[in-house]
């Protein structure tokens, strides 16, 4: 296989990025960031615009100082103090790049500078020489470059080129260029400007159109080897090209972009999470590589397809870009594979009766709530278990309890049909219950919690009895719940209903050793800090 050409990726995140109306950072997560760029395989991080204030001075210089890899470009604008400043703050640098500018096209030069275009080849002169004389890496950018006149521009560039520039920068300022013609703008400045050859020509693309990915990809196939770009778009207005996308476009469709980079792209996501919070720029859900439902299906026909081989409906591996792992969302789209996939994974093995009755509970859940969870599909399941495993009922009950004890209770159960009476004691009238209840089935579960809630009003008030069991050797716990106008014969049937759950849970063969408690009741739950 024949050695790749390397593009080069320049990121503009702590600059750029930083320019998003809301996105401004501290120095301290400045530092955070660069770190992790560096780490990740950037070639250069614009740390900053050093000029523009004492803040972004020291974040550049800082920058500088820490990163190891990297190169790092300060920006300026083309006069003599911006330069000075801006070489003065990359200076401790071991690649320090001074990234100097100036409008090139008829309306910023005529309404913005107000300097004729023979003025604007002055300055572009005078300011790539005096930075090419406090550093070696200077890159000159044509700033509304896509909306220059072309012979000038290639004067412009033929200028920068010779005063010293080593890099070339063809920026779409305001995102007005489609894909065709920034291929056409880089490949006539290639072709055209004397010295072209021995400069590196760089892609900066605003995403105006929506089109700064798709821009930046064409100038690297019509010869352009470095892509300016932010960590989720980040940027002026509409944001600037995504570096997470121009990377993975070029690593997935490596037969359409042949190139290389040094981006270890399983670091994609961190990035993405941590200028997402230093910045409080939330990723959208739908977000190319790094959005949440990247790699989510919820569809039931995506969801067959993906257990039946991921690439149905993955171009990329999640963990190709440090994404946790492809995941299943269970909601009301989703179909009957993917529900049995899901059961298994939680432990379940159900008839096929059992299975369809559940299926049929579920489809119904998920068309009342937004997001179905393991723990309501496991709580939804678990009742079908319950219910099928009802074996034991509660038929009678008496107490004789107050003053004169010791209280007893005689309970009559319903074991397959067959009944049996026992009688017990116990310190008040639900202890003997209880105790009843352990006389008739013996077994070694604790009561975790015991609760009472009066239904209604009134003496005559419906009781709702919530018991909760554990088996600690085990370590599993079931709930029972159980109404009725008898306290008594409702916390009965609210322990025997626990037990029954207990026991099936138990005999449930689960893929993990820990097993959870049994999920607190929906409203519980999303109670939660
Ligand atoms: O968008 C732009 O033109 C810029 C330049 C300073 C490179 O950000
Ligand atoms: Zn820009």
């Known amino acids: 296989m024949s050695e790749q050409e390397r593009v080069y990726i320049f990121d503009t995140t702590l600059r750029d990025g930083e320019q998003s109306p809301g996105a401004t950072m501290t120095l301290e997560e400045k530092l955070q960031v660069a770190d992790l760029l560096d780490e990740m395989g950037v070639d250069v991080i614009e740390a900053g615009f050093p000029v523009a204030s004492p803040g972004d001075f020291e974040a550049v210089s800082e920058v500088a100082k820490r990163v190891k890899r990297a190169s790092v470009a300060g920006l300026s604008r083309a006069n003599k103090r911006d330069i000075e400043v801006a070489a003065e703050a990359v200076r401790f640098c071991e690649r320090p790049r001074i990234h100097t500018f100036i409008s090139t096209s008829p309306v910023h030069m005529k309404y913005k500078l107000q300097k004729s275009p023979e003025e604007v080849l002055e300055l572009i002169q005078m300011s790539v020489s005096l930075a090419r004389n406090l ?20 004067r412009c560039v033929e200028t920068a080129i010779k005063a010293g520039a080593t890099v070339i920068n063809v920026p779409d300022t305001v995102g007005y260029a489609t894909p065709e013609e920034f291929a056409d ?9 004397p010295g072209a050859e021995k400069v590196i020509f760089s892609t900066h693309c605003h995403n105006d159109l929506g089109l700064a990915v798709a821009n930046s990809l064409a100038g690297v196939k ?9 960590i989720n778009g980040i940027g ?3 944001g600037n090209a995504a570096l997470e996308e121009v990377v993975m476009a070029m690593r997935v469709r490596n ?37 949440r439902n990247a790699f989510a299906h919820e569809s039931g026909i995506h969801q067959d397809g993906m257990l039946k081989h991921t690439q149905t409906y993955e171009i990329m591996r999640p963990e190709d870009v440090g994404a946790g792992k492809t995941s299943l969302v269970m909601g009301k789209h989703s179909g009957r594979h993917a529900f049995r996939t899901k059961l298994k994974e939680l432990g379940y093995e159900l008839s096929d009766n059992a299975f369809e009755d559940a299926f049929r509970r579920f489809k119904e859940l998920a068309d009342r709530k937004k997001h179905v969870y393991d723990e309501d599909i496991e709580a939804l399941v678990d009742e079908e278990i319950a219910t099928a495993t009802d074996r034991r009922k509660v038929v009678a009950l008496t107490v004789i309890a107050g003053t004169m004890g010791p209280q007893t209770a ?5 074991e397959d049909g067959t009944h049996r009476t026992v009688q017990a004691t116990g310190n008040g009238p639900v202890d003997a219950t209880f105790n009843a209840i352990k006389q008739a089935f013996p077994h070694g579960a604790r009561l975790a919690l015991y609760q009472v809630h009066a239904v209604t009003e009134g003496t005559d008030a419906q009781a709702e009895v919530t018991v909760q069991l554990r088996d600690e050797e085990a370590g599993i716990s079931a709930v029972g719940r159980a109404a009725d106008p008898d306290t008594l014969v409702a916390s009965a049937k609210a322990y025997l209903s626990a037990l029954n759950r207990l026991e099936a849970r138990k005999a449930r063969v689960r893929p993990m050793s820990t097993v959870g408690d049994e999920p607190l009741p929906e409203a519980e739950r999303r109670a939660g800090p």
């Open 236 to 238: 002026e207005r509409a």
């Open 222 to 230: 019509a010869g352009a080897r470095q892509v300016e770009c932010t």
């Open 135 to 154: 550093v070696d890496d200077v890159e000159w950018s044509a700033e509304d470059a896509t909306r220059t006149e072309r012979d000038f521009l290639c």
């Open 410 to 414: 005689t309970l009559t159960v319903d």
């Open 255 to 291: 037969d359409v972009y042949p190139f290389t980079t040094g981006i270890d792209t399983r670091m994609l996501t961190r990035a993405s999470k941590l200028v997402s919070a230093v910045t409080s720029f939330p990723v959208q859900y739908n977000k190319a590589i790094v959005g």
């Open 185 to 193: 703008l880089i490949r006539m400045l290639i072709e055209r400007v």
